[in-house]
């Protein structure tokens, strides 16, 4: 049972360490072989996507080059809207590139949808998306996912980057996090 301050808020564990960690190191073969005499430019979206690609990246036997972007969307601290605002853009062209995006989750699948469309606008050789969690109960546009860890229940999660209201991003696991936390049922 969690109990320390941090997990107080965790009604359950639902992939533990070290099942994540074995799916990651899964992922990062799978996209070794793929891309095999290929160089990769890992593409991730902050925050919630840090520590799965710094995991990923160490798992990936090729050579490749990480850029990050920061997107924002307006709405509520648990419901995406929709209109996606760029924080952070990359640091350097993807023109000519196999590019994959690194994501932590895919929900109604607007922010996705509209990373990929910026990114394709720049001309990558090649594009693909690679995430951690899949939520397809809600998914609102279709996502192409070459690379998927796990497909969760709709259900609000937190932890290994997922944060509610900026917080529990450094839980080691993915846990559901208490209704009574964000005032749901
Ligand atoms: P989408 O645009 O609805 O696909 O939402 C994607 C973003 O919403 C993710 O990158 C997360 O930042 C956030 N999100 C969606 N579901 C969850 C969740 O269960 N826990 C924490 N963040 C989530
Ligand atoms: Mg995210």
Sequence with gaps: M????????????????T?????VAELGARISADYHDRQVT???????????MAD???????PVRIDLMEVSS?????????QVRILK?????????????????IDTGLTLHYVTEYLRGKDPASLAICTLL???????????IAYLGFEIPDRFV????????????????IGVLRPEVYGGA
């Design 2 to 17: 969690p109990a320390s301050s941090l997990e107080k808020d965790v009604a359950e564990i639902l992939i533990d360490e």
């Design 19 to 23: 099942t994540l960690q074995a799916k």
């Design 42 to 52: 890992l593409v991730s979206v902050l925050k919630g996507a840090l520590p799965f």
């Design 56 to 62: 990923l990246m160490r798992s990936i036997s090729l």
């Design 74 to 82: 307006y709405g509520g601290a648990t419901e995406t809207s929709g």
């Design 89 to 105: 853009d990359l640091s350097s062209s993807i023109e000519g590139e196999d590019v994959l995006i690194v994501e932590d989750i």
């Design 134 to 144: 899949d939520k397809p109960a809600r998914r609102l546009v279709d996502i192409d």
């Design 158 to 173: 937190i932890g290994y980057g997922l944060d509610y209201d900026e917080l529990y991003r450094n839980l080691p696991y």
